[in-house]
């Protein structure tokens, strides 16, 4: 893929998220700057103790330290209000243990170009062999499933964090991001708020280094706040 | 004036004479002070008036009216935990978007500082 066609007119920011990702933030720091030069790269830091914060400024990126660790919900919202306060067109978000490929990071522009409000790389999407274990799998079902019935429309990938967001999201996402686990409940509130949400294939990798921050212990918290958060959105009175 | 009435009068008064000595004391905000007196006040109601106690037990079908004021408690402690759920809910917001603020507003003094570094010393 060519990277000469993806330095675009507009200000694109990509946002990674990283708590305690020293050993792969400076890789997927340096990828993205490869694969979508122009693009300027901010690492929300979640309260790292470690070197993240070290690392993600050596490769270049531009750091926002969190005083102290929020999850991964509000450290995102940083990245949302980053870009809505400097002004870029589009916010991207990207992991930042090396599981998504900056590689991919075009696909996800190209789909923006289509008049997308927010785009999602999707797994299972016949791009990538990405094979989760069977309780993951079970769980990105399940909310795909959730999500699906709720919205009135398919979703295949859900829980996936590799996304790109438009400016109108971004300033929606500045003012208002669920927390805790956010990801589906976010389809959930853009999808009513009547923003175009869809999925692209994408290739996602394993896991670099560190854990998930889904561990099996906090599986069933996760599945019931989720669950909740889906359940009650459909109800719960617009912020602001 | 039996035993039970008379422990839980003064009960009752100690609760509310704590609370409006920590009010006096500027270390309970009024604004969450309200329900603290409610409490209080009902219970020493309760606790005073035993004709009412007798009709509220006899209203709910509770058999000992004594039980009657361990159930009023019980439901305005309910009550309080509900409020302070509310309260903690709300500083945890506001305690995420100041740590928010933190980070935004850091990172912008380090990009000026570094800008007037670059002015006074030229580029390097």
Redesign the interface.
Known sequence: MSDAKNRLPQRVLIVIPAYHEEETIREVVQGVHRHVPGATVVV?NDGSTDGTEAAAREAGA???????N?GIG?AM??GY??AD?EGFDIAIQVDGDGQHLPSEIPILLEELGRGTDLAIGARFLGRGDYDPPVLRKLGIRFFSFAVSTLVGRRFHDTTSGFRAANRRVVESFSRYYP?DYPEPEAILILSRAGFAVREVPARIQEREGGRSSITLRKSVYYLLKVFLALAVGRFRAPPD | MNRVQLVSILGSLGLLAMILELIRRGKLAEEYSLLWIATGAVLLLLSLWRGLLDLFAAAVGIFYPPSGLFLVGFIFVLLLILHFSVIVSRLSRQNRELAQDVALLREKLERMTRTDDGKTRGEE
Not at chain 1, 62 to 68: A, C, K, M, N, W
């Open positions: 929300v531009v750091v926002l330290t969190l005083p102290f929020l509000a919202q940083t209000r980053y306060e927390y």
